[in-house]
């Protein structure tokens, strides 16, 4: 069955930089979406960036310009690089893929498989 392993976490200072893993087994099709969520203590879940199955990237507007998302599709593992974090990007960050592409690829609802999640912890 499909399983994603996520890795990179970590406790940085304001204006560090983390880069987040996401290992992917299971499966040998280019899934639809391929995404991360982040979700804080008393807070929703929500969409951080996403990369589609031709390349298209989309991110949340609290992190355009310091996040960037990628993928080896070659190695099944799908990246998020973190620059220029702030205390409010801390949270349990998580990686999400589904098979289809339809609809929005940051809605968490539409997703059907999760990994266990990677603690960010940003300090000021």
């Known amino acids: 069955q499909v399983q994603l392993v996520e890795s990179g976490g970590g406790s940085v200072q304001s204006g560090g930089s983390l880069r987040l893993s996401c290992a992917g087994s299971?499966?040998?099709?280019?899934?639809?979406?391929m995404s991360w969520f982040r979700q804080a203590p008393g807070k929703e879940r929500e969409g951080v960036a996403a990369?589609?199955?031709?390349?298209?990237?989309s991110y949340a507007d609290s992190v355009k310009g310091r996040f960037t998302i990628s993928q080896d599709n070659a190695k099944n593992t799908l990246y998020l690089q973190m620059n220029s974090l702030k205390p409010e990007d801390t949270a349990m960050y998580y990686c999400?893929?589904?098979?289809?592409?339809?609809?929005?690829?940051?809605?968490?609802?539409?997703?059907?498989?999760w990994g266990q999640g990677t603690q960010v912890t940003v300090s000021s």
């Open positions: 999400a893929a589904r098979r289809d592409s339809g609809g929005d690829c940051l809605t968490a609802l539409l997703f059907a498989y």
């Open positions: 299971g499966y040998t099709y280019i899934m639809g979406c």
């Open positions: 990369i589609d199955s031709v390349g298209g990237t």
